[in-house]
């Protein structure tokens, strides 16, 4: 069994910033060191060994009820940092025999999972101004076409229409970084 997420984990999801005014720029930064420091890091997410959970081969599993007693929720941590949150979220996922049977089945097939590599882009300005409107333009479009297969014989006009809501320019942007990075 693997201890990692299935979902793709890559490039930067967030990211907190301390403004320069502040006069506790400091603290702020050793408390999210402090959070994400390993030694910490675990008994905050998970709770105490042997307590509210255990480790079997390396991965991490509930130990009930006292795991669901500590009522920590991943969204209201401080920070995050994938490397040290996904192989302590298996204990999360084994909450319940079912999911975590179908968490450890779809891990299993980690190995063949897609990449996308613009994931790592940088947050390149065309991004911000095209990014959002054009994936709900997707998304919204690609939603119809499954549902309606004569939908798709409008595709050529949605290539159309995404290209002149900046989709070109999106791409060349893209492109400019990878062939650059």
């Known amino acids: 069994m693997g201890h990692g997420f299935l979902e793709r984990q890559a490039g930067l999801k967030s990211f907190f910033i301390v403004p320069r005014s502040s006069r506790k720029v400091e603290q702020v930064v050793k408390f999210a060191n402090d959070f994400l420091n390993p030694a910490n890091y675990t008994t905050l997410v998970l709770g105490e060994e042997g307590v509210h959970y255990k480790v079997v081969n390396g991965a991490y599993f509930p130990l009930l009820p006292a795991f669901n007693e500590l009522n920590k929720g991943r969204w209201y941590y401080p920070v995050n940092a994938a490397q040290v949150y996904v192989p302590l979220f298996t204990a999360r996922a084994h909450k319940e025999a079912t999911m975590g049977a179908m968490f450890d089945d779809l891990n299993s097939l980690k190995p063949y999972a897609y990449q996308q590599v613009t994931d790592f882009a940088p947050n390149l300005p065309e991004i911000e101004e095209y990014g959002r409107v054009l994936q709900a333009f997707v998304e919204e479009n690609l939603m119809r076409m499954v549902i ?11 290539v159309a229409e995404w290209k002149a809501r900046g989709g070109d320019e999106l791409t060349a942007a893209y492109n400019r970084w990878y062939q650059n990075r």
Do not use: E
């Open 148 to 158: 309606d297969a004569g939908a798709l014989s409008g595709y050529d006009a949605f």
